[in-house]
């Protein structure tokens, strides 16, 4: 990242912190419908979603000399579950509390396990188009391939209400925060849809998922792109 | 100071000033608001909030060996969870996991052994816990943990040091630790920590590597009066103990650089406040050894608080 890139990127956290909205904690639009202390999306607290990616990963098999650089075309599958629960207000206007997040991905078959602090930034607007909030989180998780540290940032937006809300985030593991020293990131833009019962709705999402080792061939490496349906719920 | 952190410092007290109108979360029925001063301490030290910042610091960090004249200079950014989960989370998971080994675990093993004719036989005897002492230790340990989620302070501390990407000083790795603790007017913390920093600097011309690593035990009292917070900080570094002698002069690496460990179990005072009701700052004085003064390190945060 480039300095300049790194001051604006703080320079705008440090503007949209301070425009938090101060409102009653549990926030309620008129329905009980929008409530800051839901940290999936807007509206959402856990999703449960099924997808596939398509892409990349070195072409290493156990037992088999590797040929470096050689990749072969992947394909896999997953199941994950999510969830985020926004529940301390903090002193100065903001939402924290916790995330977490589990799921299987295959092939290579692998389970992965993660979680945090979940905290919001900013929250413009009460449930209304184009209501605003940002966020993150910070935590630990593992997989079959490490155990790592990751950063988050998300941004999700109403665009009608009571109907249609999306969010895109970034996931990040530095190499530094990795026991394999790998750089792992996901980004993924969801969609969320209600129909029918107020408490769920269907998602849609879009995702970018790479894990790469620095400098070498590795049988956990994977980059690609891929997208699933889900569920969310209230 | 370089550049970069200056203008990210000065991005922070900017932005920080225009922070006066934000407004704390108040319920429908709460009273009206209880005025706060503009330089708080006693925010600092009982607020709950996440701090996003930068640090700096020079002279006799704890990454440095002062006394061989090896001391990088420091930068990189800070993220701290004040008062909230973090913290709680992960000292409550540690303490699970341990009561659930303790448990499934051997509560003495006994041996000894005896010749018998032409045999050396050994007997043990290993005895279990039984099922009224595990349900004791279930109830110790729920009884610990609600402890901590009820202990009025924690801290969770990460400090991240680059060399390239968010900072341009001598260091790259990161430093973490995990604070809970209660107590009025002096409040005393304690957790666990681990951190890993690596340096590169020049020792009379000569390339040197510096390599920091933490695991262990820090201990904190802090106490908050008017505008400042002042906190005194020791941390135990277990890993000091298995660090050689000869790691810690410098000496030939393998890739043509010197090398040296830095070991230390480091003292630091921190006198920090919160300006504005948004923005933390933080001054502090770290010695890697009270018996000198003279090799002091410094350092300088700045943070906005959400």
Redesign the interface.
């Known amino acids: ?1 480039k ?1 300049t890139t ?2 604006a990127l ?2 705008l ?3 949209v ?4 909205a ?5 926030d309620d639009d008129s329905h009980g419908y929008y409530k800051r202390t839901r940290g999936v999306g807007v509206f959402h607290r856990t999703r449960m979603v099924l997808g596939g990616l398509v892409g990349e990963a070195p072409d290493v098999m156990d037992g088999a000399t590797p040929v470096p650089g050689a990749t072969k075309d992947v394909t896999q599958f997953g199941v994950a579950v999510e969830g985020a629960f926004l529940g ?11 995330e977490g997040a589990a799921g299987v991905r295959g092939a290579p078959w692998e389970l992965w396990m993660q ?3 979940a ?3 900013l929250n413009l607007g009460h449930g209304g188009p184009l209501s605003l909030r940002l966020g993150g989180g ?2 630990a998780g593992f997989d079959f391939a490490h155990g790592y540290g990751y950063v988050r940032g998300r941004a999700a937006l109403v665009v009608l209400p009571d109907k249609l809300d999306a969010e895109a985030s970034v996931t990040w593991t530095p190499p ?2 990795s026991t394999g020293d790998f750089d792992q990131r996901t980004m993924r833009v969801s969609v969320w849809l209600r129909a029918g019962k107020r408490s769920r709705a269907y998602e849609a999402y879009l995702e970018s998922f790479h894990r790469l080792a620095d400098g070498v061939d590795h049988k956990r490496e994977v980059e690609g792109i891929g997208g699933g349906i889900g569920l969310s719920f209230l | 100071m370089t550049r970069r952190p200056s203008a990210i410092l000065a991005a922070f007290v900017t932005t920080g000033l225009l922070t006066g109108l934000a407004q704390p979360v108040r319920a429908d029925d709460d009273g009206p608001p209880r005025k706060r001063p503009l330089v708080d301490g006693r925010l600092r030290q009982d607020g709950i909030g996440i701090e996003v910042g930068v640090i700096a610091g020079r002279g006799g960090t704890e990454y440095g060996v002062p006394r061989r004249d090896v001391a990088p200079e420091i930068e990189g950014l800070v993220l701290r969870d004040r008062n909230g989960m973090s913290s709680r989370m992960v000292i409550g998971l540690i303490i699970a996991v341990g009561s659930a080994l303790a448990q499934s675990g051997p509560k003495s093993v006994e041996s000894h052994s005896y010749q018998s004719g032409d045999y050396l036989i050994t007997e043990t005897k290993t005895t279990y816990y039984s099922e009224a002492e595990k349900a004791d230790m279930r109830a110790a340990t729920s009884d610990s943990i609600d402890g901590l989620f009820s202990a009025p302070y924690s801290d969770m501390e990460l400090h991240l040091f680059s060399r390239d990407r968010f900072g341009r000083g001598q260091a790259s790795g990161y430093h973490l630790n995990f604070f809970v603790g209660s107590g009025k007017p002096i409040a005393f913390e304690t957790g666990f920590g681990f951190g890993k920093v690596s340096s590169q600097i020049d020792v009379d011309g000569t390339p040197t590597r510096v390599d920091w690593k933490y695991l262990g035990m820090p201990l904190r009292v802090s106490a908050a009066t008017g505008p400042a917070r002042i906190a005194l900080t020791y941390e135990w570094n277990w890993l000091k103990y298995g660090v050689e002698g000869a790691d810690r002069v410098l000496h030939p690496g393998d890739d043509g650089m010197q090398e040296i460990t830095a070991v230390s179990h480091p003292w630091h005072l921190d006198v920090s406040t919160v300006v504005l009701r948004r923005l933390a700052l933080e001054a502090g004085v770290t010695a890697q050894e009270i018996r000198r003064p003279s090799e002091l390190g410094f350092s300088a945060q700045a943070g906005l608080l959400f």
Do not use: K
């Not at chain 1, 912190?17 to 938090?20: A, D, E, F, I, R």
């Not at chain 1, 101060?22 to 549990?26: E, F, T, V």
């Open positions: 990242m300095p790194t001051t703080l320079a956290i440090a503007v912190g301070t425009t938090g101060a409102r009653a904690d549990d301390l207000p903090s002193s100065f206007g903001h939402f924290h509390g916790i979680g945090g602090t905290v919001t930034l910070f935590g530094s925060a």
